[in-house]
């Protein structure tokens, strides 16, 4: 009676919510007080797919969700609802009868990477797929290895079922594969890996034929081996701590991944993936050895993101190819690039996370790449939202030092952090009569038009996005 | 030539943390003083009584016992350079290095470097928050983010930091950090020296006492000596000094509220 109590009142409160235009994790809130092991009397389909990491979760559950669909199965996905246990309830209380059953062939669960644990103490999920783990919101999150430690207790919870959807070229992602003990007291130089694991990642050529841009990074999370913190050594990196990584002392290193990237051409967005035949898994799930698709908005993390959905996707019995050929063409639905127009000079939005050097390295180098005469527009303004922090330390974990090129013809430091924007900037060695600075956003589009050429690349955080928007006169 | 040891540069270099260095270079230039950043780590066979100045930044939990691990080895020498008033500067959960000990989450006990009489508790949660408080060797109040999984240290040392805003080294106080003679530690993460122009200040005029500038540059100007032309970094001050004056600015409103 309570389950049904609790999921009846979920869908009233969705209901009302969605006409009044409110965020949905409140229904699930209010059903968790009123029941909280509602989730625990639920019957699941037999696919779940839970997506946690520190980039990429929307964008690859978005790619998941189309793919099964396209596929021709019914998909719940949590796409309006936060990745806490709240929105997750939402999701699953709205598309599950009032008998607890959830009316749909697979469930695609975008999950916070700290409160993972928590979701799967009800949820087990038949697939885990962990994209990535970087600096990311360091203020709440402290860093990766903390982060690290609760998705390896998320891991854990979801049980020894769960497939394993695992980032090879990460190896901070790839020491969740890692049954630890064994690896410690082994001492043949052999590896233990977990049973059920689907590796992806993304060939050498791709990383390095494809980085002409000089980048000095900032910081190095791949100098030593997490799993015993002696020196790590790379055969190859790909970006950042990414690449193939293998420890000098103990057996851990990069495992061969079932679905590689190994071809991306950043002008066009085409991408090969190769499937490992050799491998067990990719074997199992009816991968071809060559799989071609296009990314409408081409990139590494981009190029990542299709490679793991069509990893996790692959779970389902849905072939690799299938999944591929769903994924060609698709444009993301989550607005992280707006294109606009200024004084017909084009005008691209870049969503890059504050707190996040990595996402900005990536728009940064994104931009650089396009290869045309431009402006690159930096706008800080609200680093959180609840309240004014001095914590601008991520700022000199951003590799600015991208921007140090030919084809930047001016750069706009924008926002309420302008001055920390500009300290910054002043030790990048750029040439300081490039650069503006404008602390009112009201005032950037005059001074885009006034003192600018070239096209505009803005990078800037969602948390900001609006106020951007507003400022340039672009409406919300 | 001033010669600052960036030591552990790749394993405590958590929170944009390179850039003390980097930005002591560069006030030491305004002072006409040339100086060189080295970065050493694990592995590196290091002279640590050759530097004028040291830095360490903050690191993962994991990543400080790595540290205690190496650093070891030089333990007497630091000890007798800390003596004859090395310049020290350790960020975020470095300073717990010189302590006695680090117990980790697990009650386990690392020892440490013993230079001064503390030790230092780790949890499994974090302990964050923005920070604004006085010292007691400046006169300007500081700011800053303290970001950290320890809970705790026991000890007779002398904490220098005092928050008005922010978390003491200690649930029920509001000091922190260490200070004996030229070494300074501090909880605060990231690039304090870029935050704060009294700091920075200070450690500048600590390195610069009884030396005579090399040249004089004038940055932002043409009249440099040797005809070096420098649009590098003239600026920062100014920036510096701004972002600084808000920040206390903010971060004091939120006390008041």
């Known amino acids: ?476 | 030539m001033i010669k600052i040891l960036h030591l552990y540069h790749d394993l405590m270099n958590l929170y944009g943390d390179r850039a003390n260095a980097e930005v002591l270079t560069l006030a030491l230039r305004a002072r006409g003083l040339a100086s060189i950043i080295e970065k050493k780590s694990v592995g590196d066979d290091i002279d640590i009584g050759a530097y004028d100045f040291l830095y360490i930044g903050s690191g993962t939990e994991r990543s400080v016992h790595a540290c205690l691990r190496d650093i070891v080895q030089y333990k007497d020498t630091l000890v007798e350079r800390i003596e004859n008033g090395m310049n020290i500067l350790a960020t975020g959960n470095a300073h717990e290095i010189f302590g006695y000990a680090i117990i980790d989450a697990d009650a386990k006990r690392h020892d440490a470097l013993g230079v001064l009489d503390f030790e230092t508790v780790q949890g499994s949660a974090r302990v964050t928050g923005d920070c604004v408080g006085a010292t007691d060797f400046l006169q300007d109040q500081l700011i800053g983010f303290i970001n950290r999984a320890s809970i705790g240290q026991t000890g007779t040392t002398h904490r220098p930091f005092a928050y008005a805003l922010g978390p003491g080294a200690n649930d029920a106080s509001k000091t922190e950090g260490i200070r004996y003679k030229n070494l300074l530690g501090t909880y605060m993460t990231g690039p304090i020296l870029v935050r704060n122009p009294p700091l920075l200040r200070y450690f500048t005029d600590k390195l610069t006492e009884g030396r005579e500038a090399e040249a004089v540059i004038r940055f932002g100007s043409n009249d440099i000596d040797e005809g070096e032309s420098d649009t590098y970094g003239h600026s920062f001050f100014t920036f510096q000094e701004d972002a600084y004056q808000k920040a206390l600015k903010e971060l004091l409103a939120r006390i008041e509220k």
């Open chain 1, 1 to 476: 009676m309570q389950v049904f109590i609790a999921i009846a009142i979920c869908k009233i409160l969705y209901m009302i919510g969605k006409l009044m235009g409110k965020g949905s994790s409140l229904p699930g809130k209010i059903a968790l007080k009123i029941y909280p092991n509602v989730l625990a009397h639920l019957q699941l389909p037999e696919h779940v797919i839970a997506v946690t990491g520190s980039n990429g979760k929307t964008s690859t559950a978005e790619l998941i969700a189309h793919a099964l669909k396209a596929s021709g199965k019914s998909v719940g996905w949590n796409h309006e609802g936060s990745n806490q246990i709240e929105g997750v309830a939402t999701l699953l209380l709205r598309v599950a009868a009032l008998s607890g059953k959830v009316k749909k062939d697979a469930l695609v669960l975008e999950c916070d990477e700290r409160y993972a644990r928590q979701i799967f103490t009800y949820i087990k999920p038949s697939a885990l797929l962990i994209t990535n783990l970087c600096r990311d919101q360091l203020t709440r999150n402290g860093h990766h290895e903390f982060v690290l430690d609760y998705i390896q207790r998320a891991v854990d919870e979801a049980g020894s079922e769960t497939t394993l959807v695992l980032n090879a070229d990460d190896p901070y992602v790839s020491t969740l594969g890692v049954q630890e003990a064994a690896l410690e007291n082994d001492g043949d130089g052999a590896i233990k890996l977990d049973a059920n694991i689907i590796w992806f990642g993304a060939c050498a050529d791709f990383g390095t034929s494809h980085f002409e841009i000089e980048a000095t990074p900032r910081y190095d999370d791949g100098a030593f081996c997490p799993v015993c913190k002696s020196e790590m050594k790379y055969d190859f990196r790909i970006a950042g701590n990414y690449g193939a990584f293998c420890c000098n002392s103990c057996p851990f290193k990069r495992q061969v991944p079932d679905f590689e990237v190994t071809k991306l051409d950043y002008e066009s967005g085409m991408m090969e993936i190769t499937g490992n035949v050799t491998s067990r898994a990719a074997q199992s799930l009816h991968a071809t050895s060559l799989i071609k698709t296009h990314l409408v908005l081409p990139g590494l993390i981009g190029a990542y993101n299709v490679v793991a959905a069509i990893a996790a996707v692959s779970t389902t019995g849905v072939s690799a190819q299938t999944a591929a050929s769903a994924i060609d063409g698709y444009m993301l639905k989550g607005g992280r690039t707006v294109h606009f127009l200024i004084q017909a000079r084009e005008g691209t939005l870049l969503i890059s996370k504050h707190e996040n050097s990595l996402a900005y390295d990536q728009s940064l180098t994104w931009a650089v790449r396009q290869k045309k005469p431009c402006t690159l527009v930096i706008l800080v303004n609200d680093i959180s939202r609840k309240y004014y922090t001095s914590e601008t330390s991520w700022l000199w974990d951003i590799d600015f030092e991208i921007a140090n090129h030919a084809m930047v013809e001016h750069i706009v430091l924008a926002g309420r952090y302008v001055s920390e924007l500009a300290a910054r900037f002043a030790l990048t060695g750029i040439d300081q009569s490039k650069i503006g600075y404008v602390a009112d956003i009201d005032a950037l589009r005059t001074y885009i038009e006034k003192n600018t050429s070239g096209a505009i690349y803005v990078l800037t955080c969602f948390s900001d996005k609006a106020k951007l928007l507003e400022g340039l006169g672009l409406g919300k």
